[in-house]
């Protein structure tokens, strides 16, 4: 990876490409660091950050030298209302997951005795009702 550096700006980060300017085959110069720093060329370093379970990406601190672009993400705490979202969304679609599981034929099975249904179903669809309304309880 490298990055193209123009007045102390980064206009360009990826692989190198092919046509740049007048110059045809740009990306056979790869490896060829001090050719490529005279056009402004430079290696372009990634430092990644691990991101926790309270934590979120935020942005990334660049650096230019003469031999080198790095950048390095950074990270940081999430706010009380972003994992309360975080919170919700989770609740909400183990909701969404346990309401389809309830199908025509689970209702079905739920019935009294004298409807069709079973014991075993009744217990099965109450369980379910009863993970549901966890799940509920957890939405701010």
């Not at 691990?50 to 990334?60: A, C, F, M, S, V």
């Amino acid at each position: 990876m490298y990055a193209h550096v123009e007045d102390g700006v980064i206009t360009y980060r990826g692989p190198l490409p092919k046509n740049w300017r007048n110059i045809s085959g740009l990306n056979l110069s790869e490896g060829d660091d001090d050719f490529l720093k005279t056009l402004g060329w430079l290696p372009y370093v990634e430092v990644s950050v691990e991101i926790g379970t309270d934590e979120l990406p935020d942005g990334e601190d660049t650096v230019i030298t003469e031999t080198k672009v790095t950048a390095t993400a950074k990270k940081r705490a999430m706010t009380d209302d972003e994992k309360t979202d975080r919170t919700n969304t989770q609740a909400l679609n183990e909701i969404l997951r346990l309401e389809e599981l309830e199908t025509p034929q689970r209702y079905a099975e739920a019935l009294p005795d004298d409807s069709g249904g079973s014991a075993d179903g009744r217990a099965w669809f109450k369980d379910n009702r009863a993970k549901i309304a966890v799940e509920r309880a957890k939405i701010v």
